[in-house]
């Protein structure tokens, strides 16, 4: 099986738990937290697939990833991912559920980065201009990045679409015309 078709199967499964037992928001921060860490940390990932480690070390070690005090749905999660053997697998599991609980919340991810550090009345502007091109009733949800490799300018992605109108951006795409 696909490492997509199995991480949003769990994905799917955990929230149908969670949302049962009305824990859908904690889960979703403590899986937001979750994939920041394995992605910013890949020792975690390595430390949680070493078989000298005992599965309550693992669990203990997620738990402290996604954050410290988590819901039972995430330390049941965890628990069933260990016995099965999926941890590799966690970082994909943590980003479905994303997707899974934004799509169920009605909720339109966006990334904007920048080459430097920007206001929160700005980012309140670029949320404002984004929720225009959608309905009422959507929620946007907008992560501030600084990558100073931009050199100036900014990209903006929504969801799955990217505009990119950064310095490098354009060097890139000049370097491209040349060729």
């Known amino acids: 099986m696909t490492i997509g078709i199995l991480s949003t199967r769990y994905a799917k499964a955990l929230y149908s738990f969670a949302l049962e037992r009305g824990e859908e928001n904690e889960v979703y921060r403590e899986m937001k937290m979750l994939a920041h860490q394995l992605i910013q940390v890949p ?7 070493k078989p000298i480690l005992t599965g309550e070390q693992k669990e203990q070690l997620l738990e402290t990833a996604a954050g410290g005090e988590i819901s039972n749905s995430s330390k049941r999660f965890f628990r069933l991912v260990l016995q099965k053997e999926e941890n590799e697998n966690l970082r994909y599991m943590a980003a479905a559920y994303q997707t899974v609980y934004r799509k169920a919340k009605n909720i339109i991810y966006s990334r904007y980065i920048s080459a430097c550090e920007v206001d929160d009345e700005i980012l309140k502007k670029i949320k404002k201009l984004i ?49």
Request: proline letters at 2%.
């Open 131 to 179: 929720s225009k091109n959608y309905e009422e009733s959507v929620t946007i949800e907008l992560e501030s990045q600084v990558n100073p490799e931009l050199i100036g300018g900014f990209v903006l992605q929504i969801d799955d679409k990217k505009a990119d109108a950064s310095v490098s951006g354009e060097l890139k795409r000049m370097r491209k015309n040349f060729r």
């Open 43 to 49: 020792e975690l990932q390595r430390a949680i697939d």
